[in-house]
């Protein structure tokens, strides 16, 4: 069975940095599509980054500038680098995995298969 693991999520500063981690098995990873999203309490689940198959990325414009989302095929892992965080950051953030994806359809969390449990990201002022 197909399953995603998220790590790296924690406490930190406004100003500091995480990256976070996403391991997948039970599917070939190479390929898929691999995007981030975010839920702060009481909100909506919010799109934060992509990555392709081919490598080509697409950001949520509020965090273009901060974050960068990365993946190695042969440790079957996605990445976030979160840089500059800001208290608004502070979210579950999740990763999913979608093979079949348009390009059209990226940015919304219905059209993805697979979901990992999620890991807390807290920014303190």
């Known amino acids: 069975q197909v399953q995603l693991v998220e790590s790296g999520g924690g406490l930190v500063q406004a100003g500091g940095s995480l990256r976070l981690s996403c391991t997948a098995s039970?599917?070939?990873?190479?390929?898929?599509?691999m995007a981030w999203f975010r839920q702060a309490t009481g909100k909506e689940r919010e799109f934060v980054a992509a990555?392709?198959?081919?490598?080509?990325?697409h950001y949520l414009d509020s965090v273009k500038a901060r974050f960068t989302i990365s993946r190695d095929n042969a440790k079957n892992t996605v990445y976030l680098q979160m840089n500059s965080l800001e208290p608004d950051d502070t979210a579950v953030y999740y990763c999913?995995?979608?093979?079949?994806?348009?390009?059209?359809?990226?940015?919304?969390?219905?059209?993805?298969?697979?979901w990992g449990q999620g890991t807390q990201v807290t920014v303190s002022s």
């Open positions: 990555i392709r198959y081919s490598g080509s990325t």
């Open positions: 039970g599917l070939t990873f190479s390929r898929y599509t």
């Open positions: 999913a995995a979608d093979r079949q994806i348009i390009l059209s359809s990226i940015r919304g969390a219905e059209h993805y298969d697979y």
